[in-house]
């Protein structure tokens, strides 16, 4: 059970999210959207969604230094173990708050709003559950380890991160978490898989390149693609 | 000079009588789908009126089009790139599916699957946005024909505006107001705003000949295309989530056809043509600091077709000849650069937009000769310009910025030419006063008159394809490239074959006998010489 969740777990949620990934930009690439649904309501998610995407932005920040800064690294900052603890917890918190908020503000806006309700699809419910599921199971791993210096993840839980992407897993390291991080890191990774197969694939057309291309683009006709469309493989015409 | 070509539109609003036809025309081609249920790429509006969607002209609400910054370079004036990206995760300028109409469909099965019952069944209007029974309140057409002016026509920005400078122009009262249509799609800008708000690089000007389309397939759905377009025709498809839009029927236009709106037209108003400018002023012509000299700076980036410098740099630049020529005997660039008749619409959102209108005198005809005076003489139309009952500065806040002249010059021109032609359908000879009070020339309003009112179909549409030198391949590529009959055992194959009847012979390559371009000369030329 060790090795399944967390040897062989972690693996298959990364296989099957850089897989979706390029299986969406093969074959989907017209399904790649954020699927706003803006245009029903508005005034409830100009509130929300800004909550909510600046909130997980923080977590995601938080998890990366959580996980991939080892603790050596900070102690050469002179950020001591007591300080580390409470920065966590009280950004950790702030950012999870805001992230609660925001996405609990989305789930009642697409529950009461008819129209954003009715362009709710079986997927998408599924989505929040799993999103909900994890922030939520996180923010309650967090707070109920307060006392002292809190659960130390970073003896545990981040050592077997790192271990996950030098391909030398060291499940050992998890039987001791406690349950609720244990849940917090399953339901994560299920996350994970589920991106490229979910609406949550637009977290990876972040245009940044905005930034640096010029305002107006001009596209040029290739000139090899002139006249029909070449047939595709399996719809050739009859009799040709 | 960096020329380049684009295919323009001219719409003459004197003849437009609101019939919607191209509307739906262009409707059922384009928008018929779900998602789109609220969307007319191309839809007419009555002036003054709010337009489609509301108050669309209110661009300190949606923020639509260009603006000068403090050091006078031109920014998108809903914010630049940094902006839009920090706000991507909402967008607070969009406009909601209610801002345009909630569209609707009716319960038609009642009528027929009602049980029986004392009452007779009817047919309720159903939402297609929420599904749920619905009142009707507002559609892309609401305020048609002045519908509800009194209560509402305040609400027209333009009206808004010219309250504050000439409170007693605009008047709804029955017999003291006035309205006109104002068919729109998409203006394809020579300075796209759409293109530039586009955060994932998914809007394009086409090079070739500056039609504006958006790549569905790297459209991620950010809608910030909707809000950086100030005549708000970019449309969010609801049920894709990908930004759709007008495509000037770029399929249609490659082969040499005119665009839906324009071949349905029943006022035949619509032109098309190519219109030559040098790409190299666009920014700068954009950028001009007075609003009023926008028009005078857009006429400027334009480039004589007649001029041989121009010729010759086209030809660098790869533009065909084939485009070029159209360039000379364009019906548009004889509107807006030779003519100067046509104006365009909202040149202040600095957009350069490429579809022009000329302004409607009609209604001054009419209302001259109610008066008992001669409605066609040129003294008294000249002298009723000023006192139309469309404004002059309603006009010009929606064509010049709020310049008066430019359309005061336009009407004076068509006032002449009604003088001057019906002069010489009355067998009199023309006063050449008439002609040079509006600054023309007898021969320029006789050209302005064929074009305008005679308005035959190959002069109102002058469109080259898209690919000349391949034009053959094109026309070619319908057919297929053997015989269908030429399958082993059928018919075709008859006893042919490397010992049969036609044995070591090659078969003919097969050529159709007529092009498309032939075909249509036929058709539609008048008479037999022409064909």
């Known amino acids: 059970m060790t090795v399944l969740l967390w040897g062989a777990l972690p693996y298959v949620a990364l296989a099957l999210l850089v897989a979706g990934l390029v299986w969406r930009y093969r074959y989907d690439k017209y399904g790649w959207t954020t699927r706003s649904s803006q245009v029903y309501e508005s005034r409830l998610l100009n509130i929300a ?72 699809t079986a997927n998408d419910k599924a989505m929040y559950l799993l999103l909900l599921g994890a922030i939520v199971l996180g923010m309650v791993a967090k707070l109920t380890h307060t006392g002292g210096n809190g659960y130390d993840y970073r003896s545990t839980i981040a050592p077997w991160a790192r271990g996950l992407f030098t391909l030398r897993p060291e499940t050992g390291l998890m039987t001791g978490v406690p349950v609720l991080y244990q849940a917090h890191a399953v339901v994560g990774m299920v996350l994970i898989a589920f991106v490229p197969y979910s609406r949550l694939v637009h977290m990876f057309s972040a245009p940044v390149q905005y930034l640096f291309r010029p305002y107006v683009v001009y596209r040029t006709r290739d000139p090899r693609r002139l006249g029909p469309r070449p047939e595709r493989r399996g719809w050739e015409r009859l009799g040709g | 000079m960096r020329p380049m070509a684009q295919i323009a539109m001219v719409m003459n609003l004197d003849k437009c009588i609101g019939c919607h036809t191209c509307s739906v025309t262009c409707k059922q081609a384009w928008t018929n789908r779900r998602g789109m249920e609220y969307v007319w790429f191309n839809n007419v509006e009555t002036r003054p009126g709010q337009g489609y969607p509301r108050r669309y002209e209110d661009q300190e609400k949606w923020r639509g089009g260009w603006e000068l910054n403090r050091r006078g370079a031109l920014t998108l004036k809903a914010g630049g790139r940094f902006r839009k990206l920090a706000g991507i995760f909402s967008n607070p300028r969009l406009p909601e ?59 027209d920005p333009m009206v808004e505006r010219l309250r504050q400078e000439a409170s007693d122009k605009v008047r709804f009262a029955y017999e003291q107001t006035f309205m006109f249509y104002l068919p729109r799609i998409c203006e394809h800008c020579l300075n796209p705003s759409c293109v530039a708000s586009c955060p994932s690089g998914a809007m394009y000007k086409r090079a070739e000949d500056g039609i504006v389309l958006v790549d569905q397939d790297h459209c991620r759905g950010w809608r910030m295309c909707v809000t950086g ?30 665009t839906v709106c324009s071949e349905t037209c029943v006022g035949r108003l619509r032109y098309l043509g190519v219109l030559l400018y040098d790409a190299d002023k666009v920014t700068a012509a954009a950028s001009v600091p007075d609003d009023k000299d926008l028009y005078e700076a857009q006429l400027g980036v334009f480039l004589d077709p007649d001029d041989p410098k121009v010729l010759r740099a086209c030809e660098d630049a790869g533009i065909p000849r084939e485009w070029t020529e159209a360039a000379r005997r364009s019906p548009v660039h004889a509107l807006v650069s030779r003519y100067r008749v046509a104006l365009p619409l909202h040149p202040e959102y600095r957009t350069m937009p490429m579809v022009w209108y000329i302004p409607p005198l009609s209604p001054v ?107 053959r391949r094109l026309e070619e590529s319908a057919v297929p490239a053997g015989c269908s009959l030429d399958h082993p055992g059928g018919p075709g194959m008859g006893g042919d074959g490397p010992f049969g009847r036609d044995s070591g012979r090659r078969r003919l390559p097969l050529v159709s006998v007529e092009n498309f371009h032939l075909l249509r000369r036929r058709q539609t030329s008048d008479d037999a010489e022409e064909a």
């Open chain 1, 49 to 120: 969604s800004p909550v909510f995407h600046y909130g997980i932005l923080f977590v995601l920040a938080g998890h990366l230094v959580g996980l991939f800064v080892p603790v050596s690294w900070t102690e050469t900052f002179g950020v001591d173990e007591h300080a580390y603890h409470l920065m966590s917890l009280y950004g950790g918190t702030a950012a999870g708050v805001l992230t609660v908020a925001g996405v609990g503000l989305l789930v009642y806006r697409r529950r009461t709003r008819a129209p954003v309700f009715r362009a709710t």
């Open chain 2, 97 to 155: 599916i209610k801002d345009y109409y909630e569209p609707w469909t009716y319960e038609y099965r009642n009528l027929t699957d009602a049980p029986l019952g004392d009452d007779y069944p009817v047919a309720r209007p159903v939402s297609s946005i929420t599904g749920e029974p619905m009142k009707i309140e507002w559609s892309s057409n609401w305020d048609d024909n002045l519908g509800g002016a009194p209560a509402y026509g305040d609400l």
């Open chain 2, 229 to 258: 377009c100030p005549y708000k025709k970019v449309y969010f498809n609801h049920a894709t989530g990908k930004a759709e839009k007008c495509t000037l029927c770029y399929p249609r236009i490659e082969v040499g056809l005119p």
């Open chain 2, 365 to 471: 005809v009419d209302a001259l000769s109610a008066t008992g005076h001669d409605g066609e003489d040129a003294g008294n139309l000249f002298g009723a310009i000023d006192t139309l009952r469309i404004p002059l500065e309603y006009l010009a806040e929606m064509f010049t910025a709020g310049d008066t002249g430019p359309v005061r010059a336009s009407l004076e021109k068509l006032a002449a030419m009604r003088s001057h032609m019906r002069a010489l359908n009355l067998g009199e000879t023309p006063d050449p006063e008439t002609a040079s009070a509006a600054g023309m020339r007898p021969a320029d309003i006789e050209a302005l008159y064929r074009l305008l009112a005679i308005a035959k179909y190959e002069e109102r549409y002058v469109i080259p394809t898209a690919a000349v030198g391949d034009a």
